[in-house]
C-alpha cells in the first residue's frame, strides 16, 4: 500500500510585511515591502511534504472567496490532493505576519473558515487514515476536532504529528496518543511549564516530556537547531548556516522534512538533519509556501553540506 501523509489543519492567506522594526502604538508605520502567499500552518505543512513528492492529502476548509482559490491552487501545485478540502460560508482564514531583518517574526492570524473544519471533516477524511499514514496536525482548527482526528487516526494505525502550535493546551491523554510532538520554544514552555532557555534546557525538557507521554517530543529552536528526547536518548541536530531572508514557515518545513524522514523508514538523527536542511532552505527567500524547497534542491543541499561540513 502506497505511503501517504494526511494533514487536517489549517489555511491561511498570508500577507508578509518587510519591515525594520515594529510599529509604535499609534504610529503609521511604512513598511519597506510586502509578500502575499499561500499560508496556515497545515497548509505550509501539506505543501512541505507535496513537493517532497510524497503523496499527500489535505483536509481543511477555506472560504468561497478569492484567497481560498489561491489556496487550493498553491496546493495543487505543491503536488497535495485537496478533495478533503470544503468551501465554507466563512471567509478564508488570514495570516498578517511583520517579518523583521534579524529574521524574528510577529504573526497574528484571523482563523475564518478553519474555526470550522469540525469532527465530520476528520470523519470524512478517517478512510485516508490507515496504518501506511503519517497523520499531520497543529492547533489552528478547533482543539476538539484536533483531539478528535488523534483519535480516530490512533484506532486506525497510523502514526502521528501533532505540531503544538500555536501554543495551546491539548489533553494529556491526547499527547500521549501522538508518536511525535512538535513545539518552538514558546511552545515548549506552554507544554512543559519550564524555562527554554538554550539547547542544554530544551533538550532535558523535550527528554523529560517524551518520558511522561511515552512518545517521541522535539523542540525547534530557530537558529541553534532542534532538540528531541524519547526514553532515556536525547538528540541535538544543529542548525545549518544560512543567510535566512525571512523565516516564515520555517517550522512548518521542518515538520515536511520530519514526515518524509518517517515514510521513508530513516535513522532518526538522520531524520532530524533532514528536516532542518529543509528549514534551513525555506528561510532564504520569502514567504512560506513560496520558499519550501522540492525534492531535488534538498538533495542538491544534502551533496553541498557533505562535500563541505561546518
Ligand atoms: O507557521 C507559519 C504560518 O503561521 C503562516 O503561514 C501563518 O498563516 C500562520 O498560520
Request: aromatic share 6%; charged share 25%.
Given at each position: 500500500m502506497e505511503k501517504k501523509v494526511l494533514v487536517i489543519g489549517s489555511l491561511n492567506y498570508d500577507i508578509i510585511l518587510n519591515a525594520e522594526r515594529l510599529p509604535e502604538k499609534g504610529e503609521t508605520y511604512v513598511c519597506k515591502g510586502a509578500d502575499r502567499c499561500c499560508g496556515g500552518k497545515g497548509g505550509n505543512q501539506a505543501a512541505q511534504c507535496g513537493k517532497l513528492n510524497i503523496k499527500t492529502y489535505m483536509a481543511g476548509r477555506v472560504g468561497r472567496d478569492f484567497s481560498g482559490e489561491i489556496l487550493l491552487q498553491g496546493l495543487k501545485e505543491a503536488?497535495?490532493?485537496?478533495?478533503l478540502v470544503e468551501k465554507d460560508q466563512t471567509e478564508t482564514g488570514l495570516g498578517v505576519v511583520y517579518a523583521l531583518e534579524d529574521g524574528s517574526v510577529y504573526a497574528g492570524i484571523v482563523p475564518g473558515a478553519n474555526s470550522k473544519v469540525s469532527k465530520a471533516d476528520v470523519e470524512k477524511a478517517?478512510?485516508?487514515?490507515?496504518?501506511n499514514t503519517v497523520v499531520i496536525l497543529q492547533l489552528e482548527i478547533p482543539v476538539e476536532t484536533v483531539e478528535y482526528a488523534v483519535e480516530t487516526a490512533k484506532k486506525r494505525g497510523s502514526r502521528i504529528i501533532l505540531n503544538t502550535a500555536p501554543a495551546g493546551i491539548v489533553k494529556e491523554d491526547i499527547l500521549r496518543q501522538c508518536d511525535y510532538v512538535v513545539a518552538n520554544e514558546v511552545e515548549a514552555e506552554v507544554l512543559t511549564g519550564k524555562s527554554i532557555t538554550d539547547k542544554v534546557s530544551a533538550g532535558e525538557a523535550a527528554a523529560c516530556l517524551a518520558r511522561k507521554l511515552g512518545n517521541t517530543c522535539i523542540f525547534t529552536l530557530g537558529s541553534q537547531g532542534a532538540v528531541a528526547g524519547a526514553g532515556e536518548n536525547i538528540w541535538f541536530c544543529p542548525a545549518y548556516a544560512v543567510k535566512a531572508v525571512e523565516t516564515t514557515g520555517a517550522g512548518d518545513s521542518f515538520i515536511g522534512g520530519l514526515a518524509w524522514g518517517i515514510i521513508e523508514g530513516m535513522e532518526f538523527s538522520k531524520i532530524l538533519s533532514q528536516a532542518s536542511m529543509c528549514s534551513a532552505i525555506t528561510v532564504?527567500?520569502?514567504?512560506g509556501q513560496p520558499s519550501m524547497p522540492t525534492l531535488s534542491k534538498v538533495l542538491e543541499f544534502r551533496k553541498k553540506a557533505a562535500d563541505s561540513p561546518a
Open positions: 503536488g497535495v490532493d485537496t478533495r478517517a478512510c485516508f487514515m490507515d496504518e532564504q527567500s520569502p514567504g
